[in-house]
């Protein structure tokens, strides 16, 4: 690099190898925490909070990895995002986007 320290950055940002579970352990590991975020995502759907998962190339980037503390040997399975809608949208009338939420629900599962 040229000395700014650019490349480091770039570099913990940059989309880290996918790693599938290799045993049978880690698979049955993923699977029980694959359906513990689907079921946080019943329980608040059924409290009004509307919710989204994503396990896209941002939770395998060095950056997010530091950012909620994921060892080495932990696999980050989903992230999930909710929030409260400001209104609840009537069946059949066009949803807003993003800015139909009130404000964001801290959740640590």
């Not at 932990?74 to 992230?79: I, P, Q, R, T």
């Amino acid at each position: 690099g040229d000395g700014s320290g650019d490349d480091d950055d770039d570099a913990r940002y940059a989309e880290l190898p996918l790693a599938p579970p290799r045993t049978e352990r880690q698979l049955e590991d993923y699977a029980a925490a694959c359906a513990a975020v689907q079921n946080a995502l019943l329980s608040l759907h059924s409290e009004g909070v509307g919710s989204k998962r994503d396990a896209g190339p941002v939770v395998r980037t060095a950056a997010f990895r530091d950012l909620v503390g994921a060892r080495d040997d932990e696999a980050v399975v989903a992230l999930v995002m909710a929030g409260v809608p400001k209104r609840v949208v009537p069946r059949g009338e066009p949803r807003g986007r993003r800015g139909s939420v009130a404000r964001d629900v801290p959740l640590d599962l």
